[in-house]
C-alpha cells in the first residue's frame, strides 16, 4: 500500500516536472518573440531575464526528473 502510494506520488511529480518543462519553453519562445519585435534597451533586458530564468528553471527540472528515475521509490523527497 505505502508503495503503491510512493508510486502515484511519483507519477504526480513527474507530470508536474513535465509541466514545468513544457511552460519554460513557453517562456523561451515569448522572450524570443519579445526580443524580436522590443523598441528599447529596457525590454531587452526584461526578455533577456525571462531567457535565462526560462533556462534554469528548465534545468532544474529535467535534473529532477532524472534524479526521480535513478532514485528509487523508498527513497522519498530530497528537495
Do not use: F, W
Amino acid at each position: 500500500m505505502l508503495l503503491e502510494a510512493l508510486s502515484m506520488n511519483k507519477e504526480e511529480e513527474n507530470r508536474n516536472l513535465q509541466e514545468t518543462i513544457r511552460l519554460a519553453k513557453e517562456l523561451l519562445e515569448l522572450a524570443d518573440q519579445g526580443d524580436s519585435q522590443r523598441n528599447d534597451i529596457g525590454c531587452g533586458v526584461l526578455y533577456g531575464t525571462v531567457r535565462d530564468c526560462a533556462y534554469k528553471i528548465r534545468s532544474l527540472a529535467l535534473n529532477e526528473l532524472e534524479a526521480h528515475h535513478v532514485r528509487p521509490l523508498s527513497a522519498g523527497k530530497t528537495g
